[in-house]
């Protein structure tokens, strides 16, 4: 009995799959009309400017009475442990879950305000880069600050969790890929 063997060039030939995912018009990759698109946009960069605002003051601010408790961190997780040290839980939850939730607008606005940054390593390597330079600020030019490379850590894992929860789906729905031709 013999079996049927498919055409070679089948084997490699990929059919285009319904992606099931429609954006606010109804259609798989519609891109929206040009007014909510606008709008969304504007809403997002305000959104990311006073983002920036907030990550300044917090992490910008002189802090002359702590300026001998600050220490430079270079080495992962050596701040993680000592938060998690304290006898005071609730302390560690405000320090880790701070810095995480510092980054978890970044990861929904910066894929919205600039399509090309969309992405999981592009999220990533971006919101990386901008930590290390907002620790970078803090630990050189702030009196009683210091750079801690696990906030840069704890920051881009806010980012990507905000990313994946939101900013992915929300730059797809305002940057919606044209249908091609």
Partial sequence: MARAVPHPRSLFHRRPRPSGRGTAE?????PLPLLPRLVAMVCAFVLMVAFAVVLARLTLHPSPASEALTHTNLRP????????????????????????L???????????????????????????VVMLLVEFAQGTLVTGRA??????????????????????????????????A
């Avoid at 109804?26 to 519609?30: I, T, V």
């Avoid at 997780?77 to 995480?100: E, F, H, K, M, T």
């Avoid at 940054?117 to 990533?124: A, E, I, M, Q």
């Fill in 26 to 30: 109804g259609g798989p990759g519609r």
């Fill in 77 to 100: 997780g050596r701040s993680l442990r000592a938060y998690l040290d304290q006898p005071a839980l609730r302390d560690a939850v405000r320090q880790i879950g701070g810095n995480i």
């Fill in 102 to 128: 510092l980054g978890v607008p970044f990861g929904v606005l910066a894929p919205v305000v600039a399509p090309r940054t969309r992405g999981f390593l592009r999220v990533l390597v971006l919101t990386a």
């Fill in 147 to 180: 750079f801690d490379i696990d906030d840069v850590i704890l920051n881009t894992g806010g980012a990507l969790l905000g990313y994946l929860l939101m900013g992915r789906r929300l730059s797809r729905a305002v940057h919606a890929r044209r249908p091609k």
